[in-house]
């Protein structure tokens, strides 16, 4: 595929990624990090994102079905989920987290539970794109060509 | 990619007037936003050091006042050690260094991932013993402005956090332009020193 069908593909993702709020402008501060001297960087922090992520969440699973709940542990991970999910523009997990809280505060098991489904199910989503994203990126980058500025 | 003389990746070093470049202790237990940070805040070419708790910005810190003391190879041989295993949120209580200059170190507000509210900071306030005293009573160390960094916009809590010293609280997430806000606050000390800033949660 020639490049510049590449990078309109690109276009394309990311434009949806933003406009139905995967992303939010965070994520473009992010891009804004990304230079000839750290050409790797939006990568780097989603990479460390994801391995983050995925670690709360595991400790969150344990957490909620312990036979006594400790439900200020839960909201501490969810703290720390929505905190970065927040500082690289995750727009819907964090959406989720502010949800997952209040359950958290209010000891409403059922609540956290639903919060915990529906925060796996778009942190899944997100990485599938995120990751077919950063593939589109390195068959342009392949083909000889750049990453469009948006 | 076209480059304006202004470009981040191009700025030289922050310096003072003393010559001495800006350095910056950015503490989060984050490891995503102590990334982010870091990026940041070299962009604003400021020499960075991170932490991910109180306690680790402490031994940074007092690390630093070894080095201000002439032990200088000391301070450079764990400052990498450091900053692998470094990631805290911490808040300088000046006022209370100063009230009692007895004390051997900073009072810290601990900072547990299941306590990110600034108001729960106070019922979690403990000495930590940097393990010596602080070698002089006015130690510059106590004069490092901090600037803290929360997510949660709680104006009760900010004010005590500015009543406690801080010279800024800034809200989560943090942008490229709140970093290059931070050089307003780098304080001119009296003597060169090795720290600058310090940048807390």
């Known amino acids: 595929m020639a490049v510049f069908q590449l990078q309109q593909q690109w276009v394309d993702l990311i434009s949806a990624l933003f406009r139905e709020e995967f992303l939010d402008s965070q994520f473009t501060q992010l891009q804004q990090l990304q230079d000839e001297s750290n050409p790797d960087f939006v990568v780097e922090?989603?990479?460390?994102?994801?391995?983050?992520?995925?670690?709360?969440?595991?400790?969150?699973?344990?957490?909620?079905?312990?036979?006594?709940?400790?439900?200020?542990?839960?909201?501490?991970?969810?703290?720390?989920?929505?905190?970065?999910?927040?500082?690289?523009?995750?727009?819907?997990?964090?959406?989720?987290?502010?949800?997952?809280?209040?359950?958290?505060?209010?000891?409403?098991?059922?609540?956290?539970?639903?919060?915990?489904?529906?925060?796996?199910?778009?942190?899944?989503?997100?990485?599938?794109?995120?990751?077919?994203?950063?593939?589109?990126?390195?068959?342009?980058?392949?083909?000889?060509?750049?990453?469009?500025?948006? | 990619m076209n480059c304006s003389s202004f470009s981040p990746s191009e700025a030289s070093p922050e310096r003072e007037a003393d010559g001495g470049e800006l350095h910056v202790l950015a503490v989060d237990d984050s490891i995503v936003e102590r990334m982010l940070l870091e990026r940041m805040l070299k962009n604003s070419a400021y020499k960075v050091t991170t932490a991910e708790n109180g306690v680790r910005a402490l031994e940074y810190l007092s690390l630093l006042e070894d080095a201000r003391d002439g032990t200088l190879n000391k301070a450079v041989n764990h400052v990498p050690q450091i900053d692998r295993d470094l990631v805290l949120k911490f808040r300088q209580s000046s006022h209370r260094v100063q009230e009692d200059r007895s004390r051997s170190g900073f009072e810290v507000a601990e900072h547990t991932s299941d306590q990110h509210s600034l108001g729960d900071l106070r019922k979690k306030r403990q000495r930590i013993d940097v393990g010596k005293?602080?070698?002089?009573?006015?130690?510059?160390?106590?004069?490092?402005?901090?600037?803290?960094?929360?997510?949660?916009?709680?104006?009760?809590?900010?004010?005590?956090?500015?009543?406690?010293?801080?010279?800024?609280?800034?809200?989560?997430?943090?942008?490229?332009?709140?970093?290059?806000?931070?050089?307003?606050?780098?304080?001119?000390?009296?003597?060169?020193?090795?720290?600058?800033?310090?940048?807390?949660?």
Do not use: W
Not at chain 2, 190 to 196: I, L
């Open chain 2, 133 to 201: 005293p602080l070698k002089h009573e006015t130690s510059y160390l106590k004069e490092i402005p901090v600037v803290i960094m929360s997510s949660e916009n709680i104006p009760a809590r900010i004010e005590k956090c500015l009543e406690e010293g801080a010279q800024e609280f800034m809200l989560k997430p943090i942008r490229q332009s709140d970093v290059k806000r931070l050089r307003c606050h780098a304080k001119n000390f009296s003597e060169a020193t090795p720290g600058r800033l310090c940048l807390g949660i």
């Open chain 1, 45 to 150: 922090v989603v990479t460390l994102f994801f391995e983050d992520s995925e670690r709360l969440l595991n400790d969150l699973c344990s957490t909620l079905h312990q036979r006594v709940v400790d439900f200020k542990k839960a909201d501490a991970h969810v703290h720390q989920l929505k905190g970065s999910s927040a500082s690289i523009g995750a727009q819907r997990v964090k959406n989720v987290c502010v949800s997952f809280r209040n359950c958290c505060e209010e000891g409403n098991l059922e609540g956290c539970l639903a919060c915990l489904q529906q925060v796996k199910h778009e942190y899944t989503l997100l990485k599938s794109k995120l990751e077919a994203l950063f593939a589109l990126e390195q068959q342009i980058v392949a083909a000889g060509g750049s990453l469009p500025t948006m």
